[in-house]
């Protein structure tokens, strides 16, 4: 085989790899992506107690009073994807887009109770969701739908864009190299390629039953709480790896880029965020599933 030929095919190879990339990328942002969703839905119902796992399972039954006959929920994992799903009927469920987010300048000091007016961001809906979903005298259609609301959110909370942001739309507006592939956008990245490969590499693999040490570790705090490490997130690690310099004191170009060290010190960070997504996600769901009322939380958003 000839160099020139070996030339065309490597070069046909990284066409194809950045095409499936862009492709990925495509459309609006959805936190995580639907691999990542999965994952975190996946880790979640491996760590439900055996009561949670049949309530859920007699819930998703109900999957045909959604009426979203495009957007089906068979198992927990399509639960935790379907309110991405549903985006495309912007006419019908445009209400709830804002509620995939809260995001805070990374250069200012953090305050849950900011850009969360009536509700309408993503902490105030995890607990408005699980409060839904505990309460037996509801509808099913309205319980399942709250199921998947919840899920979703509580896996977009964990990624740092969607609560970080440096005046680019939580890195949307970031044209940003991933490796060889050009000019994608920094919360595409965080969402698809990045996750996946963070997920699909993990030894051992981030779905599975997880020990009640690990879990007390993992599983802890409110949804402000997880906003707030997102934050941090975006602001420590996100931003200062696409820029390599500190975004909150350096003036930095319209062009950012991870390099494969970037993206090796990401990765870990990554992980972590998708295990701590899924154990609270068992634990809330064995929250809103067991007897009794749940507390009442601490409102995040003000007037």
Not at 51 to 59: E, G, N
Not at 64 to 81: F, K, S, V, Y
Not at 103 to 126: F, R, V, W
Not at 149 to 165: A, M, R, T, Y
């Amino acid at each position: 085989m000839g160099a020139r030929t070996v030339r065309s095919r490597f070069s046909y190879l990284i066409a194809g790899f950045a095409l499936a990339i862009s492709v990925l990328a495509s459309g609006p942002a959805m936190a995580w992506g639907a691999y990542g969703h999965r994952a975190t839905a996946a880790i979640a119902l491996a760590n439900v107690k055996p009561s949670t796992r049949a309530a859920i399972a007699r819930l998703i039954a109900a999957d045909g009073q959604l009426g979203t006959p495009d957007c089906r929920i068979r198992n927990l994992e399509d639960a935790a994807t379907w309110a991405d799903c549903i985006r495309r009927d912007g006419w019908r469920w445009g209400y709830s887009f804002a509620w995939h987010y809260r995001t805070a300048p990374i250069c200012e000091a953090y305050d849950p109770k900011k850009n969360c007016s009536g509700g309408n961001c993503i902490l105030a809906q995890i607990d408005r969701n699980q409060r839904i979903l505990a309460d037996e005298s509801l509808p099913s259609n309205v319980r399942i739908e709250a199921l998947a609301f919840l899920v979703h959110f509580i896996g977009d909370v964990h990624q740092p864009l969607h609560s970080g942001d440096d005046d680019d739309k939580g890195g949307n507006d970031r044209v940003t190299d991933y490796g060889i592939v050009p000019d994608l956008n920094l919360h595409s990245i965080w969402d698809g390629p990045l996750a996946e490969r963070a997920i699909s590499s993990a030894q051992p693999s981030l779905v599975r039953h997880y020990s009640s040490a690990e879990r007390d570790q993992l599983a802890a705090g409110t949804p402000a709480d997880w906003g707030r490490e997102s934050w941090q997130l975006a602001r420590d690690v996100v931003y200062p790896g696409a820029f390599n310099r500190d975004v909150c004191k350096d003036e930095v170009p319209e062009h950012a880029a991870l390099d494969q060290e970037d993206i090796h010190a990401a990765i870990p960070v990554v992980q972590r965020r998708i295990e701590q997504a899924g154990l609270r996600m068992a634990r809330m769901l064995d929250e809103a599933f067991a007897p009794g009322p749940l507390p009442t939380p601490e409102r995040p958003g003000g007037s």
